[in-house]
């Protein structure tokens, strides 16, 4: 028997015993048909690590209903399977190159009765991170630098700098922020004994996920003079 609608259906059937064909009394047998549970429709799941994810309830028609599910693969942080609704979570770590993904099964049971499965995605993004094998440069005083291109482990990233520090007798460098490249810049020195400017520097994935800042050093040694020449 199919039950197509959202309620219990009823189905009466009328049975009339007979023998040597005389009629016996009508008897009534009811039947109770329990409707099949569907999913509410679900969405999709994406995170940057470290990120909460935040599965809605579940719910079916008609309700309310029992639920269990599958999870395809517990890298993305939750168990292989379960009952009932998903806790929120944090995102796991993902230092690879590539999504890493997940199918959620869910099925609903109804008055005993097992619904039909539905199902949505999980997906935690990779971590860009700064590649550049060098990150600092020497220069000498009044000397350009070479401006610094930035590479990342994820194609496609971008990359914001921030002035951190200077040393107290360094001028001329930039004191700012901005994005790829680090410019070139001449630095000027007052002092006698190397100092330093740094940048901290933030990858970020096309898919807006920000990795571990760097620091990016230069270090600037002042021009030799002579004193004392009798």
Not at 36 to 42: F, G, K, S, T
């Amino acid at each position: 028997l199919t039950n197509a609608t959202s309620a219990i259906a009823l189905l009466t059937y009328t049975v009339t015993p007979q023998i040597g064909g005389c009629n016996g009394t009508v008897l009534n047998v009811p039947v109770y048909v329990n409707p099949v549970a569907v999913m509410n429709p679900m969405a999709n799941l994406t995170a940057c690590p470290g990120q909460s994810l935040s599965p809605s309830a579940f719910g079916s028609v008609p309700a309310p209903a029992t639920f269990a599910w599958i999870n395809s693969n517990q890298q993305v942080g939750i168990p292989g399977s379960g009952n009932g609704n998903i806790a929120p979570w944090n995102a796991p770590a993902n230092n690879g190159l590539s999504n890493i993904t997940s199918t959620v099964t869910v099925t609903p049971t109804y008055n005993g009765c097992v619904g039909t499965s539905s199902s949505f995605s999980i997906t935690i993004y990779p971590t860009p991170t700064v590649t550049n094998s060098l990150l600092n440069q020497t220069v000498c005083e009044g000397v350009a630098t070479s401006p610094i291109t930035f590479t990342s482990n994820l194609n496609g990233s971008s990359f914001a700098w921030n002035y951190l520090t200077s040393g107290a007798n360094l001028s001329g460098f930039n004191a700012g922020n901005g994005s790829n490249p680090l410019p070139q810049m001449t630095v000027a020195h007052s002092g006698n004994t190397p100092q330093t400017v740094t940048y901290s520097v933030i990858p970020t994935s096309t898919n807006n996920c920000s990795g571990t800042a760097v620091t990016y050093t230069i270090n600037v040694n002042p021009n030799p003079s002579v004193s004392n020449v009798v």
